[in-house]
């Protein structure tokens, strides 16, 4: 620790251009003379043309069918593949990024269907932009590949393989615009494995139904994930994706030097980059080259990639990323006494203060390698607030050991917000619970649609499902983990169509006070209640022949209603108008002329309920 005190901070202004997330390969070269993984000289291959047309032109063109899509890849690839007076060698290729958008545009009607002729009326990446900008989460009308029938799938599989797996590609990549090229790749090698597999089976359908539900469950989990970190890139900028991808790569190679680890950060929000582009090539081939560097440096990083590392390229980045965490160095000390010890912050540069907060990052996430990033980045913020105000005050080295105690306090509140969360879940049980947080969120945004609000409540009661059970050590990077994705399902939605200023307030917050920001939150202030509608709280026997899920959603529905009516509704209110609902649905249910009893009693109720909560 005693060196890391004494390091000079003397960093020159290139590293920090370098982390400026540029474009250009060729200044993939780092401060300390590290070389990037992501070699410039070596030219893009045109292998998986065919399969990468396919992805690009179906996630930035998802109303095109497949007979569409193919004929533009066809016309693509011809163009692509002529001889041009470039010095590439040969089997070379200059990133097609731009051919593909030209495609789009030279097929007016298709552009025209699928709302891209503003787009197409623009150039260069100004039209990137646009294109990037339209594209969507799965409409409704897609339905999943390849459909119910296993024999018309086998036939097909049997008739055509390579045609099927690109058919397989398209219709993942137009229902996942945002999913990755190698994952959408990985993916159908899977699937290509699992179909001689299944079609052999006794029971087909069972076969497909099983094997296929792990990869059709990834694609899921993948996609939000990525639409997450491209949302990221763009709303919070470079700097924050750089120090996200600094506690992740620290807390997995907690062995490997900060060094080492500024270069992979380089590389690794380089490929983001490639990757939110939509520039399928390069973000395939970059993010090959970068995988096989890890394991080639396997014995300096971590020996958890060790299996991983005997994969095929298409397994190989989905084992590594799912790795666990390898074992931290028996010689790291437990904390970070007086890290910056007696060096002056305030003296630094705005250059060598980045840094020396990227080494702090660094140091502190391989020590806490189970520790979730928005937590370690709001200790990261304490501790520059922290620094910033010990070197005003008579004694800077005891207000730094007193300082350091109590970035704790982080890790603690969102510990105790855990604790309690999962408290209430394992008391309430899944319907109850959901129903406590949907009356929570109905209030923060009342704006969102019901579908929206029990979609959303659903998604937080399956997170405390999965976390709750888990080592208190692990149960806070999951459920903190998760909530992120699904606060920042939520900030894309208020990009797209704003809610209200207090949804606002916390999506544009820094990335790590999110979470808090979003539990702090109470009720829309803004928000003026609609005259009461007796239309909305109309009752019919379907109340009765309903079961499971459809009954809860009936009644979540009314219950989403009646917060939107009364925002301000009390417990004491709520077990009240629930109780006399059930009433109404026992008393109803149970007669013969059960539409007569709810047109009767009906009224009633809502009387009543009126009445109660003085609307």
């Known amino acids: 620790m005693k060196e890391l005190a004494t390091m000079k901070w003397a960093i020159p202004i290139l590293l920090i251009s370098l982390l400026s997330l540029s474009e250009s390969k060729t200044l993939h070269r780092n401060a300390y003379g590290k070389d990037s993984t992501l070699d410039s000289s070596q030219c893009s291959s045109k292998k998986n043309l065919v399969n990468l047309a396919t992805i690009f032109l179906a996630q930035f063109v998802q109303k095109a069918t497949y007979e569409e899509i193919s004929k533009m890849v066809t016309d693509v690839l011809t163009v692509i593949k002529k001889p ?71 036939q097909a599989y049997e008739e055509n393989k390579e045609t099927f ?111 939110c582009r939509g520039d399928v090539l390069e973000c395939l081939q970059d993010g090959e080259k970068i995988m096989s560097y890890l394991c080639s440096q396997e014995d300096i990083l971590s020996n958890k990639i060790a299996e991983c590392c005997k994969l095929p390229v298409l397994e190989l980045g989905h084992c590594i990323i799912h790795a666990e965490n390898d074992d931290k160095p028996e010689d790291l000390s437990s904390n970070l006494n007086r890290f910056l010890g007696d060096r002056d912050f305030s003296q630094f540069s705005s250059e060598e203060k980045n840094m020396f907060l990227a080494s702090f990052l660094h140091e502190y996430s391989r020590r806490h390698t189970n520790l979730p990033v928005p937590v370690i980045l709001r200790v990261a913020t304490g501790y520059k607030e922290v620094i910033e105000k010990c070197f005003q005050s008579e004694n800077p080295l005891e207000c730094q050991d007193k300082g350091e105690e109590e970035l704790q306090k982080y890790v603690q509140e969102t510990q105790a917000l855990a604790k309690q969360s999962c408290g209430l879940f394992q008391k309430l049980g899944d319907y109850y619970f959901q129903n406590e947080i949907l009356i929570s969120y109905t209030r923060k945004a009342p704006q969102l649609s019901s579908a929206e609000l029990i979609d959303l409540t659903r998604k937080m009661v399956a997170i405390a499902a999965m976390c709750c059970p888990l080592p208190e050590d692990k149960r806070l990077a999951c459920g903190e983990g998760a909530a992120d994705l699904i606060i920042g399902q939520l900030c894309i939605r208020h990009a797209a169509t704003p809610l209200n ?19 702090s939150l109470t009720v829309d202030d803004t928000y003026v209640p609609p005259p009461f509608s007796d239309d909305k709280f109309i009752f019919h026997k379907d109340l009765c022949q309903a079961q499971g899920r459809a009954l809860q959603t009936m009644k979540q529905e009314l219950l989403i209603s009646l917060v939107r009516q009364k925002p301000q509704m009390t417990e004491e209110q709520h077990e009240a108008v629930t109780a006399d609902f059930s009433g109404l649905l026992e008393k109803c249910c149970r007669g013969q002329e059960q539409e007569v009893c709810f047109a009767e009693e009906g009224p009633k109720l809502i009387s009543k309920t009126r009445a109660a909560l003085g609307v």
Request: aromatic fraction near 6%; glycine fraction near 4%.
């Open 84 to 154: 041009t007076d470039s010095e590439q060698p040969e089997g070379c290729l200059e990133s097609p990024l731009f051919a593909f958008m030209d495609e789009i545009c030279h097929e007016k009607e298709i552009s025209e269907k699928s709302g891209l002729s503003d787009c197409c009326r623009q150039r260069g990446e100004e039209r990137h932009k646009c294109l990037l900008a339209h594209k969507r989460a799965a409409p409704a009308s897609i339905t999943p590949f390849p459909g119910p029938d296993p024999k018309r799938i086998c």
């Open 501 to 519: 200023p207090g949804v606002g307030r916390c999506c544009d917050s820094s990335y790590g006070n999110r979470r808090p920001c979003f539990s």
């Open 165 to 275: 797996i690109n058919r397989y590609i398209y219709d993942v990549s137009r229902s996942h615009p945002f999913l990755y090229s190698p994952t959408v790749l990985s993916s159908a090698a899977r699937y290509a494995k699992i179909m001689p597999l299944c079609c052999k089976a006794e029971n087909a359908a069972e076969c497909f139904q099983t094997k296929t539900a792990s990869i059709n469950k990834e694609l899921r989990e993948s996609s939000l994930l990525n639409q997450h970190i491209c949302a990221v890139m763009k709303h919070d900028g470079p700097q924050t994706l750089q120090e996200i991808i600094t506690i992740k790569l620290s807390q997995k190679f907690p062995k490997a030097n900060f060094t080492e680890i500024q270069k992979l950060v380089l590389d690794v929000a380089h490929i983001h980059g490639e990757c």
